[in-house]
């Protein structure tokens, strides 16, 4: 993607002239209570507690500069820890971002990152924006984010909270990351939007591309699902990061049970990185707007489909 | 350093068995409502405040295998990101930790990571915990702490603060960390505790020089006394990281004013990394245990030795 290369450099620039095109570029947290350019920030927590989680964008393993833009990269790094907080039922508040980037990387290219953080917060978590983080060098591009978010007086929703007889419900649609991925494997691109050559698809299946290589590039979790189903009376929720039966798997062995699919799950049983929730509910809820069902809480443990043990093995990036 | 090397290594093990092997030596916070584990942790903020700040090592431009064990950066990086805490006058509580490690990396160097981190809060911020994190690959070694800290119902001890008339007052030895890296250029090895070839030096030397590298490799900043300090009525402060003299300037410019310095700066207006305290007091406080007079605020702006105005250059990571 051409928003990579480019003058001036950071090295050309120096810190001082990057930081000063990133800043006025991030949103404020409206729980702001003193921004960057301290030794550190300081934010409300209304509720008293605060919940925290973070997550990382490594260049090579986890993105391609020849895949994702700048904006692309600061989107998706912001999707992802917003969707964590989100899935403890907590209402993300605000980010850091610490970045590491080469000294030939063009400021324009900080700017971007700095882009798609700010229209991410804006368009999945209105309110939440960046207090701080740190910029330093490294020869691959390296994009670390550490999320909040406020419970509002509710009590987190765990994995470990399913019990037998809940309701398994997921929101989203399934697969459209994975699909995205293959995509991208297969020569397509995001911006400016190609499919592959020789790629003889009608308009339908166009659009369709373009939505999935948005959902693996640019996810955009639902995350006001996921504070309703918090609100609802959820027992057990997760964000669906490394595929849907695996993650299952996370929830059944921290609450001592089995997940049990149905029809719903055929077919995205492996589906990642889509960043819906996976939620259970107590029997008789009215599953909250976006839930469908997709199975239930069975005594047992591990995942099942129709009642016959599925196999999840993890995903691990050391070994993938 | 040895402690880089052997087997097996996190490819061998994978993710699960890494995690495994770190997570239990990591010190849990006495704020921990609900620890690592889930999507993400909850902690109390019993002030209703936190304080937040993060701070990168990334092997090449912050830190070198040859030089630093792991222990050494584990707990390097505690202690710069809870000084960063501090100097906004706020009691430590907590630290995220996100690690992207090459794979051929061995689990006993993220086992000596974490020693790091968890021996340096026991010993510079008891109570202070390792909430979570993230691990993830990468071709060098990096590591991002972010940190939390509680008010305890005081403000923020400002950079802007700083009044004409106020006491400049430092912490600890000045200068000691940089000798260390000139110690270590030369040859100069922690652990095993080495001096250069050739180097003829008496004990009290080599005793010396054993405390600029640890000032170097594990600094222990006096965090107490940047609580003191704003329990004493600093009108404004930060951790001295990329020297005395720049980082004075950082004071001046946010509060509109000059720092003037006296004899007790002459010698260490470049020492960088000591992670002491800066501080200005009004005039007339009773400079709390472990501060120093080193100068005043006067009217002007910049940085000046006896009056004569100095050239701060600031430090650049991208241009260095």
Not at 140 to 154: H, I, M, P, S
Not at 300 to 310: F, I, K, T
Request: a negative charge.
């Amino acid at each position: 993607v051409d928003a990579w290369t480019g003058s001036p450099t950071v090295g050309e620039a120096g810190e001082l002239t990057a930081l000063a095109a990133i800043l006025p570029r991030l949103p404020a947290s409206s729980l702001r209570l003193l921004g960057p350019g301290d030794d550190a920030a300081v934010i409300a927590a209304p509720d008293g507690r605060y919940v925290v989680t973070s997550d990382s964008m490594v260049e090579g393993p986890d993105f391609l500069r020849a895949w994702s833009s700048p904006y692309d990269l600061g989107w998706k790094l912001a999707a992802v820890n917003l969707a964590d907080v989100a899935a403890m039922g907590a209402r993300p508040t605000a980010l850091v971002v610490a970045l590491a980037v080469p000294r030939d990387l063009p400021v324009a290219a900080l700017e971007g990152i700095a882009d798609g953080l700010r229209e991410a917060c804006e368009a999945l978590a209105p309110g939440c924006g960046v207090e701080g983080g740190d910029l330093a060098e490294s020869p691959v591009v390296t994009a670390v984010a550490t999320a909040f978010g406020d419970l509002e007086g509710r009590d987190p929703v765990r994995r470990s909270g399913a019990r037998i007889g809940d309701i398994v419900a997921t929101t989203g649609a399934l697969g459209w990351a994975t699909q995205g991925w293959r995509w991208l494997e297969r020569g397509a691109r995001l911006e400016p939007f190609s499919l592959p050559e020789g790629a003889d698809v009608g308009e339908a299946t166009r659009v369709r591309a373009r939505s999935q290589l948005l959902a693996q590039l640019r996810p955009s979790p639902k995350l006001g699902h996921a504070i309703a189903a918090a609100v609802a009376g959820a027992t057990s929720m997760l964000d669906i990061s490394d595929g849907l039966a695996l993650d299952a798997g996370r929830i059944a062995a921290a609450s001592g049970v089995r997940i049990d699919f149905g029809d719903g799950a055929v077919g995205v049983l492996d589906a990642a990185e889509d960043h819906a929730f996976l939620t259970t509910f107590p029997p008789g809820v009215t599953l909250p707007d976006g839930f469908s069902p997709i199975g239930s809480v069975v005594e047992g443990s591990g995942v099942s489909l129709h009642g016959e043990p599925l196999e999840t093995l993890g995903w691990d990036p050391f070994r993938a």
